[in-house]
């Protein structure tokens, strides 16, 4: 089993940068892609961005292209959100989601964290 715990969320005006965190535990070596998701109220949940750690590969959400970069830590099984320009309409909870065998942008994650409120003021 994997274990994920987000954390950098908060309450920020549009235009600002917020940086998420989101660390692994457990059974991490299995892991093969990380990423971020996120639900704003009465919608699905979205994906965001994604990172392989094998090939490095990453993928993004075409409405956060150019504003947010994931980036990955394997030494500290981590990966990190960075969000710029950030927007009213990116205010969701922000997941961290981690699977074993395919990339989080084309699947449902094996593994998701508890979540971390993003909100974006106008």
């Known amino acids: 089993q994997v274990q994920l715990v987000e954390s950098g969320g908060g309450l920020v005006q549009a235009g600002a940068s917020l940086r998420l965190s989101c660390a692994a535990s457990?059974?991490?070596?299995?892991?093969?892609?990380m990423g971020w998701f996120r639900q704003a109220p009465g919608k699905e949940r979205e994906f965001v961005a994604a990172?392989?750690?094998?090939?490095?590969?990453?993928y993004y959400a075409n409405s956060v292209k150019g504003r947010f970069t994931i980036s990955g830590d394997n030494a500290k099984n981590t990966v990190y959100l960075q969000m710029n320009s950030l927007k009213p309409e990116d205010t969701a909870v922000y997941y961290c989601?981690?699977?074993?065998?395919?990339?989080?942008?084309?699947?449902?994650?094996?593994?998701w964290g508890q979540g971390t409120q993003v909100i974006v003021s106008a």
């Open positions: 989601g981690a699977d074993d065998t395919s990339v989080v942008a084309t699947t449902t994650p094996d593994y």
């Open positions: 457990g059974r991490t070596r299995s892991l093969y892609s």
């Open positions: 990172i392989n750690w094998g090939d490095r590969f990453l």
